[in-house]
């Protein structure tokens, strides 16, 4: 059999979801379900159905090259997966349709505040050109997102407490930052379980390895990061911080142009796999950039002042370098030495990266 169903899955409203408050354990936290989305979420709803996806060791998602029109086993191929997008192949439709309801509702419960737009359609793998069938999805997912389904946030009673954060109906009393227990909702608290689960990551995809940091000023064979702006320190009386958004430029024009040459059904696979390769070396882009950028923070680290001096051929903003006030360190779970570790904390934290998005 050589009809297919292509199906594309994309994550809408993950910035407002992400930044609805102005608290990084929370902004935290909902990036980190975001990424369940990819890395756990996507997975469950395809149950028992054999597919290419894998999950390395450090919970990152591997495709495998396979291909499901001459992989009899293979109920689901992935042709990327990450950054709240999936684009999939299911032997059947009927396997999609199961796949759509599952990972809608588990969307649903989990983080209502983020919408899942899902489109697909039907292809002949051998009789039909793939560029085209992705052509007319891509059309028909976008016409859905400029039709979102009605949203309605969650009523209140006339004795409910509202959401310290969001101002929506609150759930339960929450201690923030050994504080007095304050009203949350039931979305902001899952936020909050995810940060749980986050906050003594390593940061291993994007912290050098021993060896480099052996060769800089930094002391220490590893960084942590922060974990609330107060770990950003003051300089003077200013509590300054920077936000840096970077997303990739003209994408959809590059992905446009990988169906040059492709526009015939016997260069399906071709096409295919150039998709997959595109979004692989994207995401490897920033995983880079990502890597270059923490190094070159280390790099400018001065002992003598336990701050940061700026890199030569770097135009200063108000000072010549920027101190911090307190650089005490923080303790975080090392998963391979199994024990408590306490290292120097690194004024960075990455808040949201997938695809070519990084926050």
Not at 63 to 85: H, K
């Amino acid at each position: 059999m050589s009809k297919y169903t292509l199906l594309m899955l994309e994550i809408g409203g993950i910035q407002d979801f992400v930044f609805q408050t102005n608290n990084l354990k929370v902004n935290v936290g909902a990036s980190r379900l975001v990424r369940d989305i990819s890395e756990k979420w996507v997975g469950a709803a395809i149950g028992g159905l054999k597919s290419n996806l894998l999950l390395s060791q450090a919970g990152e998602v591997v495709l495998q090259d396979l291909a499901i029109e001459i992989s009899p086993d293979l109920d689901v191929e992935f042709i990327y997966l990450g950054g709240g997008n999936a684009l999939m192949l299911f032997r059947d439709e009927a396997k999609a349709k199961t796949f759509t309801q599952q990972i809608s509702l588990q969307i649903l419960k989990e983080t209502p505040d983020l919408s899942a737009h899902i489109a697909r359609v039907n292809i002949d793998l051998k009789g039909e050109v793939f560029v085209h069938a992705f052509e007319a999805l891509r059309r028909k997912l976008a016409l859905r997102k400029q039709q979102p389904a009605p949203r309605m946030a969650t009523p209140a009673q006339a004795v409910s407490a509202p959401c310290v954060f969001t101002g929506h109906a609150a759930a339960k009393l929450h201690e923030l930052d050994e504080g007095a227990p304050s009203p949350i909702s039931a979305a902001v608290e899952r936020k909050i379980e995810a940060f749980a689960s986050e906050k003594h990551a390593i940061s291993e995809n994007y912290t050098p390895d021993k060896a480099v940091l052996a060769q800089t000023n930094w002391g220490a064979s590893s960084a942590a990061y922060v974990l609330d702006f107060e770990d950003f320190g003051t300089l003077d009386e200013a509590s300054y911080i920077a936000i840096v958004h970077a997303d990739g430029n003209g994408m959809g024009k590059r992905i446009q142009a990988l169906k040059d040459g492709h526009e015939t059904a016997d260069k399906n696979r071709a096409y295919i796999q150039k998709l997959r390769t595109f979004s692989s070396s994207a995401a490897d882009a920033a995983n880079n950039a990502l890597k270059a950028t923490v190094l070159s923070l280390i790099e400018c680290y001065d002992p003598a002042i336990d701050g940061w001096q700026r890199q030569e051929g770097v135009e200063p903003a108000d000072r010549e370098r920027l101190p911090l006030v307190e650089r005490q360190p923080k303790s975080y779970w090392d998963n391979e030495a199994k024990s408590w570790v306490t290292l120097p904390v690194l004024p960075l934290r990455v808040v949201v990266a997938g695809g070519d998005d990084v926050t």
